[in-house]
Each structure stands twice: as structure tokens, then as C-alpha cells.
């Protein structure tokens, strides 16, 4: 089966902390990858993606096949980085694509 | 424009009303999305259209009819709604991207409409 988990559904870290959201996924195929954010009243939105591997407001993430991950690292969090953290794995369905998501972890980061 | 927009922001209805939620792109996207997100859970696909065409439906219940009258226009009509319909719907376009060599997709989301059903 094709899925995507998250195993923290809650994750506390202080300001300045190192931060590490899991992700792992079951997937037969080359995977697509994604970490959406949802921050408190705003839109869901791309955070990164496995393919470019860029960092994005000091994030990274790394496609490990061997160990079926795609954890999200930040060295040193921030207040503003609580949110709402979703993984998500693109399908292909019927010439149409897809994104299944994990159950989300929610970071709060203490002063 | 780049931005996926949803309205309306909210909306409560009774169980034999009969409403619409609207969603609109102008980014050129030709793949659009409804999902279904119930509080303090991930978004779950509802329907996806693929060049104004339905191309995936999950198993939705009659009640929730999508319509697509153009490549920048998507709507769900709403009807004999239950309470436990009660969630945020959020709309999102795609577009397919390539980078060193490799196809992927990206989802953009709008802001939903909470919807309310007594």
C-alpha cells in the first residue's frame, strides 16, 4: 500500500533547538516528496520538495530510499516555525496525480 | 495572479439547502483538486479534474457534485449535506514541472471555505 507517516503527531521544541519532523513512506515506485506547512490561519503551503533539494527558511530535507525517509531538519528553530507539518507523497493515477498525506505533526516552539 | 482563490470564506447551510463552493485560478493550471479537511486531520482527496475533464473521483458521495466550466473555474455543488460534512474544503491547481531532467508536480492551495452544515 501506498502511504506516508508521520509517527509525532505533537512535537515540542525550545527556540534555538535543533529540530527533526519524521516522515517515512511506503511507496513500489520512484517517490515524489513533499513538506507542506500550515501555519495557525493561513493557507496550506509547499515548503519543500524532495526533488530540489533546497533549504527553505533554514529546512532541509533528504530522500533516504534505503530507509524510506524524507525527515524534516531545521539546526536551530525558530517561534515562528510553529505550525502544522504535513508530508506528502505524489501519485500517479489514471494519466492524474494525486498527493497523499501523512497525519501531520504540529511544532510548537517555545521562547 | 498567483494565487488559488476560494469563496466563500464560510458558509452554514441546512441538510436541504442547496449551495456551491467556488474556486478560481488564472496561473494557466490545468490540473484542480477539492479536498476535504476535517479539523486537526491532513486534507483528503475528493476530486481531481485534469484539463476540465474528471479524471479521479474517491469514492465521494452523490451529495457533493464537482463542475468544471473552464480551465480556470472549478465548483462543488452541495446538496442534503449531513452535520458530519461540517469540515474546511480547500480547492488546489497544479502544474507540472521539470528539473534536471525530471518531471515532478507541484499542488497549490487556496484558503478554503469553512462550511457548516446544521
Not at chain 1, 513533499?34 to 495557525?40: C, P
Not at chain 1, 530535507?61 to 525558530?78: C, I, M, R, V, W
Not at chain 2, 479534474?49 to 472549478?74: A, D, G, Q, T
Request: charge should be positive; include cysteine; aromatic fraction near 10%.
Amino acid at each position: 500500500a501506498q502511504r506516508v507517516t508521520q509517527p509525532e503527531k505533537l512535537l515540542s521544541v525550545f527556540k534555538g533547538a535543533p529540530v527533526e519532523l519524521k516522515c517515512n513512506y511506503s511507496y513500489s515506485g520512484s517517490p515524489e516528496l513533499f513538506w507542506y506547512v500550515q501555519y495557525s490561519r493561513q493557507r496550506l503551503q509547499l515548503l519543500l520538495r524532495h526533488i530540489s533539494r533546497e533549504s527553505i527558511k533554514g529546512f532541509t530535507a533528504d530522500l533516504n530510499k534505503g530507509e524510506t525517509s524524507f525527515h524534516l531538519k531545521k539546526p536551530f528553530a525558530q517561534e515562528e516555525d510553529s505550525a502544522m507539518y504535513y508530508c506528502a507523497l505524489n501519485l500517479r493515477k489514471g494519466g492524474s496525480e494525486k498527493l497523499v498525506f501523512g497525519k501531520g505533526t504540529k511544532l510548537t516552539v517555545n521562547p | 495572479d498567483t494565487e488559488v482563490t476560494q469563496t466563500p470564506k464560510h458558509l452554514v447551510m441546512g441538510m436541504t439547502n442547496k449551495k456551491s463552493l467556488k474556486c478560481e485560478q488564472h496561473m494557466g493550471h490545468r490540473a484542480m483538486y477539492w479536498y476535504k479537511q476535517k479539523a486537526k486531520k491532513p486534507p483528503e482527496l475528493m476530486f481531481v479534474y485534469s484539463y476540465e475533464k474528471l479524471s479521479i473521483n474517491e469514492s465521494v458521495p452523490s451529495r457533493f457534485s464537482p463542475e468544471c466550466p473552464n480551465s480556470s473555474l472549478l465548483n462543488l455543488h452541495l446538496h442534503a449535506l449531513q452535520p458530519e460534512d461540517s469540515a474546511l474544503y480547500l480547492c488546489a491547481s497544479s502544474l507540472p514541472k521539470v528539473l534536471a531532467g525530471t518531471y515532478y508536480n507541484e499542488q497549490f492551495f487556496g484558503p478554503g471555505t469553512r462550511l457548516t452544515v446544521l
